[in-house]
């Protein structure tokens, strides 16, 4: 069963820093695309960044390129979101979710693509 957890998420004031996790279980890295998204209260769902392992691909939202890293450490079946010089702006639940194998190209930020979700970690950025 293919599952991913997020973790990492908090308080944090505006200019710092928090990196998430996402651990995938019953599938490896290997094979499949992970992708950041955020929900903000009463907005849609947005893509925040995406990593194919298989070529190590990633793909930022124009909001968060520069501050934000994906990476992927396979042996731990691992997926990181680094998040530096927070916005208040960046305020949302985060989600991490596993790409339908059924797309082989390089991974995009569009929730469509999307199977396996997590339950989402929030992340607040306040003063």
């Known amino acids: 069963q293919v599952q991913v957890v997020e973790s990492g998420g908090g308080l944090v004031q505006p200019g710092g820093s928090l990196r998430l996790s996402c651990a995938a279980s019953?599938?490896?890295?290997?094979?499949?695309?992970i992708g950041w998204f955020r929900q903000a209260p009463v907005q849609l769902r947005e893509g925040v960044a995406c990593?194919?392992?298989?070529?190590?691909?990633?793909h930022y939202a124009d909001s968060v390129k520069g501050r934000f890293t994906i990476s992927g450490d396979n042996a731990k079946n691992t997926v990181y979101l680094q998040m530096d010089t927070l916005r208040v702006e960046d305020t949302a639940v985060y989600f991490c979710?596993?790409?339908?194998?059924?797309?082989?190209?390089?991974?995009?930020?569009?929730?469509?693509?999307?199977?396996?979700w997590g339950q989402g970690t929030q992340v607040t950025v306040s003063s």
């Open positions: 019953g599938f490896t890295l290997d094979y499949y695309a």
């Open positions: 979710a596993a790409r339908d194998p059924w797309y082989t190209s390089s991974c995009t930020n569009k929730v469509s693509e999307y199977t396996s």
């Open positions: 990593i194919s392992s298989r070529d190590g691909f990633a």
